[in-house]
DNA sequence: GAGACTTACTTATACGTATAACTAAAGACA
DNA sequence: TGTCTTTAGTTATACGTATAAGTAAGTCTC
């Protein structure tokens, strides 16, 4: 009895009381319940409250098997789109009780793997992720643990296994119509820039359908990285062709895009006059920028994947099958084009 | 025996390999020990990887009482300076093995009141915040549980109770460097635009000292938020002073100053001809925008705190007393001025 | 050949909680 | 008066792990 400084427990209250510890967690959970009569139970109240008691997060989780907490997996909060979507699934997670677990990958595949890692030891009940790595087949395995997943980006159907849903925007209509947009302002030739990974494959398809379509030649310039760095080296490049350089450049994210203006102002070119540029995204400096972008609803995105992991969290909720979850992106104009 | 889907314990390396439970963690934890002969522990291991044992983190916790969780709390991730911040945090946390859980406050007392209330049901094992409104002094029955504390920003110095550290930069002097710069440049009339609570109130004293040393007049400004809707607000009441409206303003963060730039643009005022605008922070965009801004060092603050909290969860570590660490601030020059 | 020591384990316990199953005492009813 | 029911609790157990304490069999020592 050496050390009064550690958390008080239901057993300290019991004591206090003169009653058992089953007692007290009996009054402490059943909010109405004739099995306690009201003195007793008023006392137990009035002594939790004086000594300060706070339920054991880890106990709990390990009695009922409940973390009370979603994991968001994603390449780097600091890429600007992250941080919305985290916002959108705690205003959803929280008022449940869930807290949310932030892990960066760095979009490696170890990254990827380590997250998945955590995930197997049980330190979370469900989780978001964006994977450039891991497909939903390669999933199931982290999922037959009963654990739901919510995956960023559309996913092709599969029948069998556990379910695993998704949410997103349809991205290759999405740059379809932005690069529509293009066309119908008069640009023949436009590039897009791209990495070769994440949610840039789908969107180049959008790209070169729409292109091709049209009977134009789609240019793919194609960088390691969805940052505003390569966006500065693509455009660079692009701009070293002369003459028949473009006159329009789609970015594959607003990073992207932003690199590629600044690329632009540097060589003396003014936007959208010597040449337009688009990205993807609508991150919050895209607005600044005067950037002409497709929205993304994050904040909603984030709020639906939270929603639909409480959901299977719910008693029957493993039951139905796998969903996707799309919502409609917007394309917003603005200045650059 | 009906449900094999649950996850694996330890007991079942057990029953499989003919020895006690205790054998199998004796296994997987000392990675030499002379108590099991190699013949055992090769067969212990060899099940483990078969049966894909994954330890269980909550039942790990609830043991060791520890559960490898640092917490952020933070008013609002979406404010593009907390992502570097977290990134920071968690660069140096996952190596160490803890994972990072991230609260937003709203930077309201209820929010602030709540993320302090999961603390105390033992969540995490440490936590570094961001308080609008609760000081130290408030914070010490949380930190009694042996919890250790990181706040963001300096703090005056404490003596008795548990220590609580804190990471910052000198916001005083960088306020006050920042308005030095613009009276060497020539700027009289200078005024700030600060929100009523969290990091304003000592970004103003430092502005404030400096003005009334140069014989100037402070005008501030007072929002209640540190966004760019409320730079934009501040902005057009500034403006609207007509003749003798100030040729110099001062966000109190980034997102105040761009919303002040953007106004200032909207009335036709070229920036920096007509009125210089600088911020605090030097967020991403503040780049791109090319405001003139204070470089607060988000990734090595979060890694400081990070390092800061790993240390104090070292046996010896909750001996010492608070600390306060500062870390550099820099003026980064660039067009708004 | 008896005691001491080593080897290779095992059994038991604790962390804090939630809940199923039990029980002693009091009251109701015939 | 004896049985049944209700009241107000209690005891016991489990979640999965880590570790202290114990033990049976074999080996060594003198």
Not at 256 to 267: L, V
Request: charged fraction near 20%; hydrophobic fraction near 45%; include cysteine.
């Amino acid at each position: 009895m050496q050390h009064r400084s550690a958390r008080p427990t239901q057993k300290d209250i019991a004591l206090a009381a003169g009653v058992s510890q089953a007692t007290v967690s009996i009054v402490l959970n059943r909010a109405e319940t004739s099995a306690v009569p009201v003195p007793t139970r008023e006392r137990i109240l009035r002594l939790a409250g004086e000594i300060g008691y706070r339920p054991s997060h880890p106990a709990r989780t390990l009695r009922n098997a409940r973390t009370m907490t979603l994991a968001c997996i994603v390449p780097d909060i600091t890429n600007p789109f992250y941080p919305g979507l985290v916002r959108g699934l705690q205003a959803t997670a929280a008022p449940a009780g869930y807290a949310v677990l932030i892990y960066d990958t760095d979009g490696t595949p170890e990254g990827e793997r380590r997250a998945l890692g955590w995930l197997q030891q049980g330190r979370a009940d469900g989780a978001v992720g964006m994977f450039y790595h891991f497909r939903a087949a390669d999933l199931t395995d982290v999922a037959r643990g009963n654990l739901p997943l919510v995956l960023l980006g559309r996913q092709s159907v599969r029948r069998g296994g556990p379910p695993i849903d998704s949410v997103f925007i349809d991205n290759v209509a999405a740059s379809a119509a932005m690069t529509r947009l293009l066309i119908r302002r008069g640009h023949r030739r436009i590039a897009m820039i791209v990495a070769g990974f994440g949610p840039s494959q789908v969107r180049a398809e959008g790209y070169g359908k729409v292109m091709r379509e049209a009977g134009l030649a789609p240019q793919l310039i194609v960088d390691n990285a969805h940052s505003a760095e390569a966006g500065v080296r693509a455009m660079r490049t692009l701009l070293a062709q002369g003459g028949d350089r473009p006159t329009a450049v789609f970015g594959a994210n607003d990073m992207i895009a932003i690199g590629a203006m600044q690329a632009a102002r540097e060589a003396g070119l003014s936007i959208p006059g010597d040449v337009a540029i688009v990205g993807f995204d609508d991150i919050p400096t895209a607005n600044l920028l005067g950037l002409t972008t497709v929205r993304q609803p994050e904040l909603e995105l984030g709020a639906l994947a939270a929603r639909t992991l409480i959901e299977r969290l719910q008693p029957e909720g493993s039951r139905t099958a796998s969903r996707s979850l799309e919502l409609d992106f917007e394309i917003v104009e603005r200045s650059s084009v």
